[in-house]
């Protein structure tokens, strides 16, 4: 199966020459192994998976000696599964202050990570996140070093039938998946969530209902591009909302999920509205749902949210794999105005709105002139489509074709 070049690599080097540990989280395959794995071609540095029992086993009971045997510059994969190593990498960094890059540290339980961070790690350790292959690293011009914002400036990109569009979005964006074309696709992501379930859940979360666990990934899913609803949620798997809760932040922190908050100008506010949910892999949203083709998912009820759904995938993508956090977060206000996307960049705002249209017109983006209240400025807004031009709308809007995020 070949490679395809990430857009982090470079932001991974970067980084590298400034820190002494560096953690690269997310999902499970997306990625992350073959990346540093392909950086360190050529070079002494050395790998090790805790996913190998032995191994996890040494460095749990006697992290020392697991460091000494897996000595710097090392890849130490799923690092997750031995948060006892991170004491002991802090001693290693804190006494060799100038070995920049010593440890490249993988991991796919953000919140466990997190934990051992903070506790031994604070200060040492430069923490980037990895999603799935964006559009631009899956057609080979991975490097894009300007995260997304609205903009009349054309792409020389080729264009996408709208089948074309939706054959991107059933095939998700797990590398396997997308390479590899001869690849049993139900077969993969049955196998795929099984090991989710059995080993990140249970091993980290103590889930005790592992089907009924399934059943929410599956409602999750089916419920992408909407506003969450937990109440919902817990009454069509016959849990309570308490349950439901806890289980959607372990979608969450595993990377499964995303969850856009609401913008407000006082930050406090953000936090308690209402968030909109995104399956992020639309591949796997695509299985979990039952489309089993691009054709029946792009005619199909789901059609418009899933391609919702990728859209806010690929901005993401445009943030993350260049070592950002995107400020990203919806709009609603009291008289139902409604916006998909707004993004805020040094104090402006850029609205945006996804629509399966090839016909875009002002009426898509009625809603952005409700951000004047804000008294903040406003920054090119844009409808992103299946227009196959990027096109203006008016002096304060263009449409943007999908593929050229």
Known sequence: MPDLERTLQPVIENISNGFRVLLLNGQRQVGKSTLLGNMSKGTNRGYVSLDNMASRKLAQTDPELFLQQYSPPVIIDEVQYALSLF???????????????????????????????????????????????????????????????????????????????????WEGSLPEVVVDTKIDRERYYASYIQSYIERDVRDFHNVSKPIQFFDFISVVAAQTGQLLNYSSLARDIGVDVKTAQSWMGILERSG?????????????????????????????????????????????????????????????????HNGKEPSMYLYRDANQNEIDIILEQDGILYPIEIKKTANP???????????????????????????????PLSREVVSIPVWEI
């Open 87 to 169: 004491p002991y990498i802090k001693i290693y960094a804190d006494s060799h202050r100038d070995d920049k890059g010593a440890f490249w540290l993988t991991g796919s339980q953000k919140y466990k990570l997190m934990q051992g961070v903070q506790e031994s790690l604070a200060g040492r350790i430069a923490i980037i996140d990895m999603m799935g292959l964006s559009y631009r690293e899956k057609i080979g011009r991975p490097f894009s070093s300007i995260p997304f914002v609205p903009s009349m400036d054309k792409q020389d990109m080729a264009k996408l039938t709208i089948r074309d569009v939706y054959q991107r979005v």
């Open 256 to 320: 499964l999920v995303y969850l856009m908050r609401p913008y407000s100008p006082n930050v406090t506010n953000r936090i308690i509205k209402t968030p909109k949910m995104y399956f992020l892999d639309t591949g796997l949203a695509a299985y979990m749902t039952k489309w089993l083709t691009p054709e029946s998912l792009m005619s199909g009820a789901a059609a418009g949210a899933m391609l919702e759904t990728y859209v806010v995938g690929e901005i993401l993508k445009s943030y993350l």
């Open 361 to 391: 017109g002002l009426n898509d983006c009625k809603s952005f002139g409700s951000l004047q209240r804000l008294n903040k400025k406003t920054g090119l807004g844009a409808v992103i489509c299946l227009q196959p031009e990027r096109i």
